[in-house]
């Protein structure tokens, strides 16, 4: 959803919403996510960002679970004036011993139908395999799959046969980096990552909390150029839980 302010013709002022279901411990929650939060330049501190801001947490305040949004770090001190709080993200890691995996994987191509097609009906009936997993959002997943060149990170898609997972992955040297996993079946994480290891994987790195994160070290994550925040108590959710957003619900 656009929210925007015009002068005449000329939008000079805006706010993207998108209302975000998730499973989040086990229980379903709506969260909305602010996004593009911008003011043409020759409008700047005219209370045009405070106006919008004001105009949608009024608009949903009961109608969603948790408000939050990945602030620049350049503005950070703009949001707590709507009681925004920056909020620890949690990564999880392992190591990492190859064995013999009964799956195969292949590395999908986007612009193929057949695999577009994949990747649409996956993401849209995708399982909960995360603490905080992002549910019946295809449209978002199917942007970033198609745009991954404009983002910071480089991750490929994996179609595992056997499983029918789709993983989101990167390998850095010794070190396997899985972003996320859509699969319409209940699957072990473990699996997807012994079957996308190398000899030389030794390390794995898990951008989300997996539900069963007994055998993983978490870490603190820090993005380079943005800091998650939340608003009121909620925060309070990620710093017992030590949760992360996945990447493909960022916007």
């Known amino acids: 959803m656009l929210y ?35 003011t043409d330049e020759h409008y700047r501190n005219q209370g045009l960002s405070r106006v919008l801001m004001e105009t949608v947490i009024d608009e949903w305040k009961d109608k969603c679970d948790m408000f939050y949004l990945f602030a ?30 009964p799956y195969s994987v292949r590395k999908m191509d986007i612009k193929n139908v057949m695999d577009l097609n994949l990747l649409y009906e996956t993401a849209k009936d995708t399982e909960s ?27 490929n898609l994996f179609y595992i046969q056997g499983l029918n997972a789709i993983a989101v992955a990167d390998h850095e040297e010794d070190t396997l980096i899985l972003y996320d996993i859509l699969t319409t079946e ?20 898990l ?9 993983n070290e978490k870490r603190l994550f820090k993005e380079e150029v943005s800091t998650l925040m939340v608003m009121g108590d909620k925060g309070e959710l990620f710093k017992n839980n030590k ?9």
Not at 6 to 18: A, E, F, G, R, Y
Not at 72 to 92: C, M, Q, T
Not at 186 to 205: C, D, G, H, P, S
């Open 72 to 101: 620049n770090d350049s503005v950070l001190d703009f949001y707590p004036k709507f009681g925004f709080a920056p909020v620890d993200e949690y990564e999880a890691t392992k190591k990492v011993s190859k064995i013999e995996s």
């Open 129 to 155: 395999l995360f603490a905080l997993s992002m549910q019946n959002n295809s449209g978002l997943v199917m942007f970033y799959c198609n745009y991954f060149e404009l983002f910071s990170f480089k991750g």
């Open 186 to 205: 209940k699957i072990e994480i473990e699996e997807v990552i012994n079957v996308l290891a190398t000899e030389q994987t030794k390390n794995a790195i």
């Open 243 to 251: 949760l992360m957003f996945p990447i493909l619900s960022h916007t």
């Open 4 to 38: 925007s302010l015009l002068d005449n013709d000329k939008m000079v002022s805006h706010i993207t919403v998108n209302a975000i279901d998730f499973i989040v411990l086990g229980e379903k929650k709506r969260f909305v996510q602010f996004g593009t939060v911008m």
């Open 207 to 215: 951008k989300f909390m997996p539900n069963n994160s007994e055998n």
